[in-house]
């Protein structure tokens, strides 16, 4: 079982004939990701490595029934491009474009939310269900850092992702699914919101968090273990431990100010959850076999 995809997903690619949509299209299938239809203005007719294309998204929607779709498009056309995804009755949305403007971003995050629909990112590198199917990019043909197996993973941080679900592997454990938030400052979908998918999913025994400085998302996850609406184990590791208070690190998310969102401020919070939390990416596998192989 996964969380929010599987390969019985029918998954369309907004931009598929784009560089980065054509390029990836071709890897989420081969993948298994069940990719049925792609969406390019003014390229209705075209095909991409099979995929029909059509000029909109009520169209291809209309045509193959897909129910969740994959963006590449520009900053400047993301706000309309997930419009026009959930107008057409679209409940799962992935958002790659990175610096979307903070105040269509909250307006993008109010909508969906009226709408039962889930929009992640942006800012993301997508989601992967480990040997069934993937949204987004990742080198999933390198074993040592994709393996299947029981361990949710949710992150901030792209650039870290590799490195921790690596750690996870070397560890012997796999990874169920993983779900990139962003790293933009207002995420469309937060950190407490994906723990009840992987609390509800058999197949996930425990969850690695990836988190940085800035922001409140790991507070609000320790929130999530004290109400108890996430009762599996969590193991966490925060970027940017070094980083000064007010600077601006990497993503513009993460930014430290008045006082909250230090690693300091997440760590004591997780841990008087009940949490365990890794120093280093090295600490994870064994932190994992200390909770769940004792």
Do not use: C
Not at 124 to 147: C, D, H, N, Q
Not at 220 to 246: D, H, Q, S, W
Not at 273 to 287: C, F, H, K, N, Y
Request: charged share 20%; no cysteine; hydrophobic share 40%.
């Amino acid at each position: 079982m996964s969380i929010i995809l599987d390969s019985s997903t029918k998954v369309l690619i907004q931009g598929i004939t784009g560089k980065e949509g054509s390029y990836w299209a071709k890897h989420m299938k081969d993948y298994g990701t069940n990719v049925v239809v792609g969406v390019t203005p003014g390229k209705e007719g075209q095909e991409v490595d099979g995929v029909p294309v059509y000029h909109t998204v009520r169209r291809a929607v209309e045509k193959h029934q897909a129910d969740a779709s994959l963006l590449f498009v520009p900053p400047r056309f993301a706000k309309g491009a997930i419009f026009e995804a959930l107008d057409a009755g679209i409940k799962i949305i992935v958002v790659t474009a990175e610096g979307i403007p903070l105040h269509e971003m909250i307006q993008i995050r109010k909508a969906a939310l009226s709408m039962g629909a889930m929009v992640i990112g942006g800012n993301t590198t997508g989601i992967i269900s480990t040997g069934k199917a993937m949204m987004g990019f990742f080198p999933y043909w390198l074993e040592r850092v994709y393996k299947p197996g029981r361990i949710g993973v949710m992150t901030r941080s792209g650039s870290l992702t590799n490195e921790v679900t690596a750690e996870i592997v070397k560890a012997g454990f796999g990874s169920s699914s993983v779900i990139g938030v962003g790293g933009d400052p207002v995420p469309f979908t937060r950190f407490a919101e994906i723990l009840p998918f992987f609390e509800k999913d058999p197949d996930t025994d425990a969850v690695v968090m990836i988190g940085e400085i800035g922001g409140t998302m790991e507070e609000e996850v320790a929130e999530t273990i004290e109400n108890g609406i996430y009762t599996k184990p969590l193991i966490g590791f925060m970027g940017g431990r070094t980083a000064p208070k007010g600077q601006k690190m990497g993503h513009a998310g993460a930014i430290i100010t008045a006082g909250k969102g230090t690693v300091a401020d997440k760590v004591e919070a997780l841990i008087n959850a009940g949490a365990l939390v890794a120093d280093r990416p090295s600490m994870i596998g064994t932190l994992l076999k200390q909770t769940l192989w004792s």
